[in-house]
C-alpha cells in the first residue's frame, strides 16, 4: 500500500474530524496532492488540494471549515473537517501526485455525520 488514509468515523453534526494520508517512502511528492470525497449515488467530487507551491484550494461547499496540510518531515497529508455538516457524509481519498506526474490513491475512509 503507498498511500494509506485514515481518520474516518462516525460524528455528530457540528462535530471535528482529522484525515490522515501516509505514504510510504518511494514516492517523491511533487506539487499536486489533495483530497476527493463521494457520497452514494454522487460522483467524485474535490475537496481540497494543495497545488503547485503549496497553495490551497477548496470546494465551495467547505470552504471556512476544511483545512488541508501536509508535513513532509513525515510524508503526510491532512484534511481538517470542522463544523461537519450530515451533507459531507462521504468516502474520502486522499490523492498524491509525483515528481514524475504518477498518481496515487488511497484506499478511501468512510465519514459519516448524523443530525
Known amino acids: 500500500v503507498q498511500l494509506q488514509a485514515s481518520g474516518g468515523g462516525l460524528v455528530q453534526a457540528g462535530g471535528s474530524l482529522r484525515l490522515s494520508c501516509v505514504s510510504s517512502g518511494n514516492i517523491v511528492w511533487g506539487n499536486d496532492m489533495g483530497w476527493y470525497r463521494q457520497a452514494p449515488g454522487k460522483q467524485r467530487e474535490l475537496v481540497a488540494a494543495l497545488i503547485s507551491v503549496g497553495i490551497p484550494h477548496y470546494a465551495n461547499s467547505v470552504k471556512g471549515r476544511f483545512t488541508i496540510s501536509r508535513d513532509n518531515a513525515k510524508n503526510t497529508l491532512y484534511l481538517q473537517m470542522n463544523s461537519l455538516k450530515p451533507e459531507d457524509t462521504a468516502v474520502y481519498y486522499c490523492?498524491?501526485?509525483?515528481?514524475?506526474?504518477?498518481?496515487?490513491w488511497g484506499q478511501g475512509t468512510e465519514v459519516t455525520v448524523s443530525s
Open positions: 490523492y498524491v501526485q509525483d515528481v514524475y506526474s504518477n498518481n496515487y
